[in-house]
């Protein structure tokens, strides 16, 4: 691969360049942002990629998701997008985990720089405590309706938690939609930011960009003095907190339990008892859903789709 164009760009330069060839990238959830992330930065020349994604290529990702086609229906996305992105930089070396994140395989985040691509709170808790004990700097990204938010953490900064004190979530994808021009947004500010950090280059805090009226914001954040996870409170990594799954016999379905929804968010799906109902996905306002799937995984799988 010839890096000459990308050298040549003001503050990059050879030895931006020689940087940027010397760092492991781990690159969570290959989804809309995921799949051009992915592309952004392998193409830009890093040394090694990890890609770790637990679901797989459905019909309704094509139109956002831009590493799948329809010949991959029902394949392990991890997979295909390392076969694309082996494709794409051949000099770059390319691994692959078709897990869910969690406690057990928190480690494959160990890199010199951690990409959230993920779309789910609770995993961003878990990148947020690994990444602060391990002193790897990440960055947040999100995609929904008009709206793209993307977030740098560098140890010593102002942490995810510091911004996002509780896993409280509003509409995802699922329900307020994504178009993929907005997740190629996302994706390129996400690099951005990845190429600063790389490069010891300032970064700028929350940046906030809105494709309906094009108001592009950079929010300033400092930490939190009650910050649980500056205070080295690790909850989610020590297991103290996240949702537990309990399968309900016979009928397919699945309890959750510790989910944090804000109702409100979805008073147009509300039904009987203040419950929300939206698809396979029963949702009681104590944090309770019931879910119809065939696994435990596939259940919050579906849960993190419609509430992150
Ligand atoms: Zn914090």
């Not at 930089?89 to 720089?113: Q, R, T």
């Not at 009987?272 to 879910?291: K, M, N, Q, Y």
């Amino acid at each position: 691969m010839d890096y000459s164009r990308q050298e040549l760009v003001s503050g990059i330069g050879r030895d931006g360049q020689k940087s940027i060839s010397s760092k492991k990238v781990v690159l969570v959830g290959v989804g809309g942002i995921g799949c051009v992330s992915a592309q952004l930065i392998a193409r830009a020349g890093i040394r090694e990629l990890v890609v770790i994604d637990r679901d797989v290529v459905e019909v309704s990702n094509l139109q956002r998701q831009l590493m799948f086609c329809e010949a991959d229906i029902g394949r392990p996305k991890a997979e295909v997008a390392a076969a694309f992105l082996r494709k794409s930089n051949p000099d770059v070396c390319i691994s692959y985990f078709s897990e869910d994140l969690d406690l057990d395989n928190v480690h494959l985040l160990n890199g010199d720089l951690v990409l959230d691509c993920t779309d789910n709170m609770e995993v961003r808790y878990l990148i947020n405590d690994y990444c602060m004990k391990k002193s790897i700097p990440w960055v947040y990204s999100a995609a929904a309706g008009n709206s793209v938010s993307v977030f740098s953490i560098r140890p010593g900064g102002p942490c995810f938690r510091c911004v996002f004190p509780d896993s409280r979530s509003g509409g995802t994808c699922e329900v307020v939609g994504i178009t993929a021009h907005a997740v190629t947004v996302a994706a390129s500010l996400q690099v951005c930011e990845a190429f600063k950090l790389m490069l010891k280059s300032p970064t700028v805090g929350m940046i906030r960009f809105d494709l309906s009226g094009y108001v592009f914001s950079m929010i300033q954040v400092s930490k939190r003095g009650d910050c649980r996870t500056c205070d080295g409170k690790l909850d989610y990594l020590e297991g103290r907190t996240g949702s537990t799954a309990i399968k309900l016999c016979g009928r397919g379905m699945y309890q959750l339990k510790g989910l944090k929804v804000d109702i409100d968010d979805f008073r147009n799906r509300v039904i009987r008892g203040g419950c929300v109902s939206i698809d396979d996905v029963i949702v009681f306002p104590d944090g309770r859903a019931l879910v119809r799937a065939a696994s435990e995984a596939e259940a919050r799988s579906k849960c993190a789709r419609i509430f992150g």
